[in-house]
């Protein structure tokens, strides 16, 4: 186990069955170090303090649910990874899962080794994904995307937008009028690149239109290339394309 490795803490959020218990036990066996919380308000905490590295969540802890959970981690602007473990992984519930905000589904029946490996996969991919400066903005015209706040301005009104559709904007934003097909997106915004989920990309473009059209003529800024994918089509009144200011 590499340095690094060592360094990443998890927080595994379980109702003490058995199986939940193993998983436990096989993180500490691979060196994880894993933090502790006996309420909701303590885990957001240990998120927001920068304790945790990754949160695994169940379908149910302490009578939550742990999609709920997870939309509330997102809502509330927390980008670490969030996985979500299952008794059986079928197609609609790891969809529901990705759309919820989590990283990726998991099977409670995954070998101790082949769940620390996926682990430490998901930690590595998301310590290298570039991180924005500090203070660093893109502006279209009418449009401001802070990504050191995380905040989206249309015409001087803030958006209000989950995590992941922050992402999703951000990153199309970063390479206007480019072309990205559903899978590019569910790897770059997602980190997730198994087929059979690009629908999960199709419901969050879906959401994010519908509040980019609270504010007048901005909601064609994710435009649809019909049978590629989408594209970030800056507003026609800005001549020059977009700026990066920092």
Excluded at 95 to 124: K, N, Q, W, Y
Excluded at 130 to 158: C, H, M, W, Y
Excluded at 190 to 213: D, M, Q
């Amino acid at each position: 186990m590499s340095e690094f490795e060592k360094s990443m803490s998890i927080l595994l959020l379980h109702n003490n069955t058995d199986k939940c218990q193993q998983l436990s036990q096989s993180l500490e066996l691979a060196g994880f170090t894993l933090q502790q919380a006996n309420s909701w308000n303590k885990v957001i905490s240990l998120c927001q303090q920068g304790q945790v590295s990754l949160l695994i969540l169940t379908k149910y802890w302490q009578q939550h649910d742990g999609l709920m959970l997870i939309r509330q981690c997102r809502q509330l602007g927390l980008t670490l990874p969030l996985i979500f473990m299952t008794e059986v992984r079928n197609e609609a519930e790891t969809v529901l899962a990705l759309e919820s905000g989590a990283d990726d589904c998991l099977e409670m029946a995954l070998s101790a080794l082949e769940f620390s490996a996926r682990i430490r996969a998901r930690l590595r991919q998301h310590s290298s994904e570039p991180k924005a400066p500090s203070g660093s903005q893109l502006q279209f015209g009418g449009v401001t995307i802070n990504t050191d706040t995380r905040e989206v301005l249309l015409d001087s009104q803030l958006l209000n937008l989950t995590a992941r559709e922050f992402d999703l904007l951000t990153h199309l934003a970063q390479h206007p009028n480019q072309v990205f097909s559903r899978m590019q997106l569910l790897q770059s915004v997602w980190g997730y690149s198994h087929c059979g989920y690009e629908h999960t990309v199709n419901s969050h473009v879906n959401r994010l239109r519908s509040k980019l059209a609270q504010v007048d003529g901005m909601e064609e800024l994710v435009k649809t290339v019909w049978g590629v994918g989408y594209k970030f089509a800056p507003p026609k009144t800005l001549a020059l394309g977009c700026a990066l200011m920092q």
